[in-house]
Structures are given as structure tokens and as C-alpha cells.
């Protein structure tokens, strides 16, 4: 299909490519899970590993937990098993096709919910603080459009690649950014029923023990043909914690864009996007008890500063107003773009994996490396985003 053609543009030789993986086959039954999950962990069985390994200390600590909370644990992957076996099998598959423990591969993927709810005051929780969007929706022709940072640990740098399967019973074909040797996707993604999303962390603090693990509903959502339905899958009230979710609608010729905070218990905000609008990693809409740092409030009051030259710019000119948004490092302690020339003059945050900017009314998907705002950014993927299927 010729919308999941990949392109690199502008890429110097020696320069990093973005890895793609394709299922050849539907996801129908459990079994077909785990052969896709197999197929994935053998495929970059080597990336997998070398990602794990520079997490030794994370994972060291979540098996700590686990031993100390054996019943903790079993009910977690009792909860998964009931209500997403699919997935849960993905996970079995990866770990075989990897050789990493199944319980490693399990704790990663919910490992701020699982560490939220096994550490005791003293042993502060695994946190992630993580990811930012700049967006804007107004009536046409107007842009509509997200722009995204994907922002983790170093060693996720490179330990990334778009994954593509298709749904079975007549399901969509979806597309997503994966850190290797977790569920799709914990970042962004779209499929071909015009639905697509991006993701950020924020830290609710009362979680639910246990509950969903954000991967898992991030994974469910691949296979949404709404808005709507989305929405109703990220708010379930089993939800172990919380996230926010810009849910993108691209599957006709009048796009939209919602912000969705979601937090355990089902609790969650709507918030339909027109005007430009700044998300990170705490709760704006809800009012509940949170957790955040010095990152997001630098963050937040430096979009402030930005949102109006993005609400002056043209049709024409708002997307790369967005890209120059994500791309700022004014901020020197706590850009909004993390890279080696931000650590070199003191950034006290993490890394930007990658970025990239949907525009739903040109129906394209940019991924860059690099800041984008500059030349140094380069193209890693140029998507067309399908209509939807009629």
C-alpha cells in the first residue's frame, strides 16, 4: 500500500535510518499475537538486548519488586490476561524471539504503573517524565496539525522503529513509532481508518493497584476507526494511571484534533482543539492531585511564550511555526528540544528519541532525528496519511 511507502530525505551517508518491520499476516486469533510478537523479537533480537542491558539498572529494580510483591505482580498479569490476552501474547512472543525473560518484557511494559504501585515511600517510583505537543486546529483553511517530541532516556536513543500490521475481520492497517521490545506504540501512531495519535506522560498520584498498564491501551487504540472509539478505550476505568493522548482524525476532508487527559479510575478531560495549544506532562484540564518537575513548569511557561507567533502564522507558514516550537532550546536547563548541543550547555532533562509533525490537512507524517527547526534536523520518514477506507 503505498501510504506505509517510507522515504528518507536529505539522509548523509553514515546518517541514522529508521527501522521498519511489516506482520505479513492479520491479527486474528491469540496465536497470530504471538507470531507477530515472535517475528518482532527476532527481527531486532540484537536492539532488544542491547536495550534491556543499558536499562540493567531499571530492570534490576522493578525484578526487586516483583520478588517482594509476588502477589502484586501475579494480579497485574492476571488483569492483562483477562482483558487483553492478545497482547499479553505479543508479549510471550517477543520475549522467545528475543531470549529476554517474559517477566522483563512484562515489567517494561508497565513499568511506571507496576514501580507507581510496589514502592513504598521511601524507594521513590520509576517515573517519565516525558514528550511534548504543539497543536492547532482551527476551521479550514487554516492548518490542522500536531507537532510532537518524543522525549525518553538515553538509552532509548536508536532502540526505536515503525512497526506495520493489519487488524484481522476486516480491521485497519496501522503504522507506529515502537520502542523495540515493547507493545505498539507507545509514542505515535496511525492507521488506515484516519486515526492517529501522539502520547504524554503525566503523573496522577493515587494510581490503581492494579491496573491497566498505559502500552496496553495505547496498543488497543491502534485498531480504532474514531475519535470516539478512542476515547472510550483510553478511559477505561481500569486504567492503572494516567496519560494524555492527542487523538487525530484524518479519515475525511474534515479533520480534527482532541486532547484527552486520562487518569486511573476512569476519570478523564476532553478538550477538542481550534486555537494553538500546548501539551506536557501534567494534568491542565483535570484538577487532581499530580506529580510533575522543573522540566514541564519551564516547559509550559516557555510555550506560553511561543503560542502567539504559531497564532499569527499563516496557513502556510503554522506547520513550520510548530516545528520551530518543538525545536526550541531557549531554555537552557529545560528545553523543549534535548539533544547533544542542549546537554552540552547544561540541559537537566532527558533526550528527544525523534519528532514529528502531523499535518491533517496535506495528509503527511514527517519523522525527523535531529532539531527539527534547524539544519540539523533531518527527514527519517515521509508518510502519506490515508482517507479512510470506504
Keep these: ?24 499476516g492479520p491479527l486474528v486469533t491469540v496465536d497470530d499475537h504471538h507470531q507477530f510478537g515472535l517475528e518482532l523479537g527476532r527481527t531486532f533480537k540484537s536492539t ?32 492483562h490476561e ?8 505479543e508479549l510471550r512472543g517477543m520475549s522467545d524471539g528475543s531470549g529476554e525473560p517474559f517477566e522483563t518484557i512484562f515489567l517494561q511494559n508497565i513499568v511506571l ?5 510496589a514502592s513504598d515511600q521511601s524507594e521513590p517510583p520509576i517515573i517519565g517524565l516525558s ?21 525518553n532516556d538515553v538509552t532509548d536513543l536508536n532502540r526505536t522503529a515503525f512497526v506495520t500490521a493489519r487488524m484481522g475481520n476486516g480491521g485497519p492497517t496501522w503504522n507506529a513509532y515502537t520502542y523495540l521490545g515493547e507493545l505498539p506504540s507507545g509514542a505515535f501512531a496511525f492507521n488506515d481508518a ?35 472509539a478512542a476515547i472510550k478505550i483510553v478511559t477505561d476505568p481500569r486504567g492503572g494511571a494516567g496519560h494524555n493522548y492527542q487523538l487525530l482524525w484524518f479519515g475525511d476532508e474534515s479533520p480534527r484534533i482532541v486532547n484527552v487527559e486520562a ?21 491542565l484540564t483535570l484538577q487532581i492531585p499530580q506529580e510533575f518537575d522543573n522540566s514541564t513548569l519551564h516547559r509550559e511557561a516557555r510555550a506560553a511564550q511561543l503560542l502567539p507567533s504559531i497564532a499569527a502564522a499563516t496557513p502556510a507558514e503554522a506547520p513550520d511555526a510548530l516545528l520551530a516550537a518543538i525545536g526550541d532550546q531557549k531554555d537552557v536547563p529545560y528545553p523543549i528540544f534535548h539533544d547533544d548541543v542542549s546537554h552540552q550547555k547544561g540541559d537537566l532533562s532527558d533526550w528527544t528519541i525523534a ?12 519523522v525527523y532525528a535531529g532539531n527539527p527547526s534547524t539544519r540539523e534536523g533531518r527527514v527519517l520518514a515521509n508518510l502519506t496519511l490515508p482517507f479512510a477506507r470506504r
Design 82 to 89: 483477562s482483558v487483553y490476552p492478545e497482547y499479553v501474547a
Design 131 to 151: 514528550c511534548t505537543d504543539f497543536m492547532m486546529c482551527p476551521p479550514a483553511p487554516a492548518a490542522c496539525a500536531v507537532a510532537h517530541n518524543e522525549d
Design 113 to 117: 504503573e507496576f514501580s507507581d504501585c
Design 355 to 366: 519528532s514529528a509533525i502531523f499535518d491533517l490537512r496535506t495528509r503527511t507524517l514527517r
Design 263 to 283: 487518569a486511573p479510575f476512569g476519570v478523564h478531560a476532553v478538550r477538542p482543539i481550534s486555537a494553538p495549544f500546548f501539551h506536557a506532562n501534567s494534568y
Design 194 to 228: 484516519g486515526f492517529g495519535f501522539t502520547l504524554n506522560w503525566v503523573g496522577p498520584s493515587q494510581p490503581q493497584c492494579p491496573g491497566l498498564g498505559r502500552g496496553f491501551l495505547s496498543r488497543a487504540i491502534l485498531g480504532a476507526t474514531s475519535i470516539e
Design 1 to 24: 500500500m503505498s501510504w506505509l511507502a517510507m522515504t528518507t530525505v536529505g539522509m548523509p551517508p553514515g546518517s541514522v535510518v529508521l527501522p521498519t518491520f511489516t506482520f505479513n
Design 48 to 79: 532488544i538486548n542491547e536495550r534491556f542491558a543499558a536499562k540493567k539498572s531499571d530492570i534490576e529494580y522493578l525484578q526487586f519488586l516483583a520478588r517482594r510483591t509476588p502477589d502484586l505482580y501475579q494480579a497485574f498479569l492476571d488483569l
